[in-house]
């Protein structure tokens, strides 16, 4: 293994501990939530764009069609999304977030952040700079994979 691999190797584990760490502080929304992880990832997928087909949100999850007609129908039942006609192609039906699902996810978003700001402002401006670097960087490597 080389310098690289050792410093990739030690940035997965840091980012391990520090997600081990972080779930311990305490019960938030995530934690208060009842919805399923395939449940929030539908939401945060229909987040990112406007509306997507079953077979979009069955990509999206790595799961059959079946899988995400009993996801939606529960996200559906709880007044989370909503289904319509596709304008383009009356025979897709496209799956939309409610303002309900929208303020649910930004319940979540804003602890996450919260948490995130309160222990980024226990780091000293070198480290804050670093920091910043580093997702200016990341950020560049996952949009040159896109």
């Known amino acids: ?11 997965e584990h840091a980012d391990d501990r520090f997600l081990r760490i972080t779930s311990r502080t ?3 929304p995530l934690q208060d939530t009842d919805l399923t992880m395939r449940q929030l990832k539908v939401l945060l997928v229909l987040s ?4 997507a087909s079953g077979q979009d949100l069955a990509r999206a999850l790595g799961v059959g069609l079946a899988a995400v007609t009993g996801i939606t129908h529960r996200l559906s039942a709880r007044g989370l999304i909503r289904r319509a006609v596709d304008p383009h192609d009356r025979r897709v039906r496209r799956i939309y977030l409610t303002d309900k699902g929208s303020a649910t996810l ?3 978003r804003d602890a996450g952040r919260d948490n995130k700001r309160r222990l980024l ?6 480290a804050l700079r670093k920091m910043a670097d580093a997702m200016d960087a ?5 949009e040159a994979d896109e």
């Open 1 to 11: 293994m080389d310098d690289r691999d050792r410093l990739i190797e030690r940035i």
């Open 106 to 108: 930004a319940v979540l």
């Open 26 to 28: 305490g019960a938030g």
């Open 138 to 142: 990341l950020n560049a490597a996952a």
């Open 121 to 126: 402002r226990r780091l000293d401006d070198e």
């Open 48 to 51: 990112f764009q406007d509306g």
